[in-house]
């Protein structure tokens, strides 16, 4: 990868709760390279969508210190960015879809007005062509009878349905990469499978960039290149997805796999990781895996482990793995 | 078919929809009955100066005569004709009810969205509203009217700003509901500006109960003109406004029923004309409310 089109280096990003400052986002750093599929992985609450919104910075003013670190973005740092120019970036440059397709298209516009809006903002083209230019992308979306659909309001579409008209609106403008935060998650899995589909498709043809957030494995092996997996706002692991499925480093990437019902094994109880996620306003010491994982040693719990190279293209954040690894490799 | 949707030009288009709409609330059943009774009132107080009668001229000789053929709606205590200053009284009393009902909607609705979007505005702006709602609708008017002197246009002002604070309560709690669901976060993810979300996603969206409100603020204007005209603050005697004349008849409701039952009538027949009006509108132009016909 020569020059990504997305640095994120260092993002810190906290939040003020009742209990006082917790840290979402505890220094995420990633790169986005051109076209590529990167998947972030996660639970509820390791911090996947916080990282995504604060790209955009939609995080909320009110209860976020404002994110420390660097959103590097065509030459731009995103987090000092004047609030006009950051608009121009959204929507133009960097889109997001959304988990819940039945509430993010407002019910009482059209679909041409809402596939409109977009173009109308950044390419200030008429109401004529922005309808015809919806009328295409309903069809590049694949939704048949694309003329008709175009002027019928959210709620006569499906889930399915209406997740491509936000994937629609959301290349409207041709953006160099897309942000899916769990696009899938809403739908079901017959309907899955032909979202990714039009989305890896749409990826190849438009030369996008996307950065897949889910918490399904299953989506990411399908979908992404490279895989970034959090755990309690940092990066435990990242590696090509090939890699992280053969041979998982971290003992959390181990688990999460480990918890994928497999087809040809009969098991009456479906392995789990022990424990549930940390409550964010407390603080652990060490790693903050360990009082989870099932190979903690004295030294997980006393010192915080860094991210570590593991090998090409892999780094890792747990040393006693990555040097069990290294021996491996030297012997 | 499908060709012939994508070349139609931009006119067509607008025309079509707007086409759609129009069609949508002929079949509205209780939308046409709400536009026939305030039509009808519109053009019968249009049409007043065609009676041929000056709405003022007192003929003493004549005082309280029941309705009759040559007197409709029967004389007065002065012996004017109150046929003739009911519709006239048509003029002003839609005219304010219309007034006030815009005005406050349009005010309400901005601070409304205003406070929803921005969240500092909000505590500020809400303090003046609960201020105004403290006291009475109808004794804020009062103090208000009597400031800005008996005229039409202060009523006006005085009613609307009474009716403001809850107009804007209204659009708010809307609004607040509105913003927190994901299309508004989605519009923002396409660039859109706070100007564009407020005005374009959460106005909308706050139409329905705006609308129906307008309506009751309508029907309240009409009866808060008649009770601020009853005290002497309002267009002044012997101006023919509904409630001047409901005022001025009141003394006489025992023997003389008929001065205040047809003016009393027209502001039942106005209000219920525009509430009717104000369903019909919501049912039609929110599509989440839409029937297929």
Known sequence: MAVPLLEVDDLTVRFRTDAGWMTAVDRVSLAVGEGEALGIVGESGSGKSVTALSILRLHAAATTRMPTGKILYGGKDLLTLPTREMRQIRGGEIAMIFQDPMSSLNPVLTIADQIGESLRLHQGVDHVTARK????????????????????????????????????????CRPKLLIADEPTTALDVTIQAQILDLLRDLQRELGMSVILITHDMGVIAEFARRVMVMYAGRVVETAPVGQMFRRPVHPYTEGLLTAIPKLDVDVRRLPTIAGS??????????????????????????????????????????????????????? | MAEATILASGEAIAARRRFRVLRKLLHHRSFMAGFIIVAVMVIAALCAPLTGVDPNQMRVRLRFRPPSEVNWFGTDQFGRDLFTRTLYGAQLSLWI????????????????????????????????????????????????????????????????VAYIPRTARIVRASALVTRELEFIEAARVSGASSMR?????????????????????????????????????????????????????????????????????????????????????????????????
């Not at chain 1, 008709?148 to 399915?160: A, C």
């Open chain 2, 97 to 160: 009810g219309l007034a006030v009902a815009v005005l406050s909607g349009v005010v309400g609705a901005a601070i409304g969205v205003l406070s929803a979007q921005f969240r500092r505005l909000d505590s500020l702006l809400m303090r003046i509203m609960d201020a105004l709602m403290a006291a009475p609708a109808i004794l804020l008017a009062i103090g208000l009217g009597a400031a800005l002197g008996p005229q039409t246009h202060s009523v006006i002002i005085a009613l609307a």
């Open chain 2, 197 to 293: 979300i407020m005005f374009k996603h959460l106005l909308p969206n706050a139409s329905g109960p705006l609308l129906v409100q307008s309506t009751f603020v309508f029907a309240f204007a009409i009866l808060a003109e008649a009770a601020l005209s009853f005290i002497g603050i309002g267009p002044p005697p012997p101006a023919p406004s509904w409630g001047n004349i409901i005022a001025e008849g009141r003394q006489f409701a025992v023997q003389s029923w008929w001065i205040m039952l047809f003016p009393g009538f027209a502001i039942s027949l106005a209000a219920l004309g525009m509430n009717l009006l104000g369903d019909g509108l919501r049912d039609v132009l929110d599509p989440r409310l839409k029937v297929e016909s």
């Open chain 1, 277 to 331: 996620i940390p409550d964010p306003t407390v603080v652990i010491p060490g790693c903050r895996y360990s009082p989870r994982c099932p190979q903690v040693q004295e030294s997980c719990r006393r010192d915080s482990p860094a991210l570590l190279p593991a090998g090409p293209e892999r780094e890792a954040r747990c040393p006693p793995r990555v040097a069990a690894m290294a021996k491996e490799t030297v012997a």
């Open chain 1, 133 to 172: 230019r919806a009328i295409e992308l309903l069809d590049l979306v694949r939704i048949p009878d694309a003329a008709r659909r175009v002027d019928e309001y959210p709620h006569r579409l499906s889930g399915g349905m209406r997740q491509r008209v936000m994937i629609a609106i959301a290349i409207a």
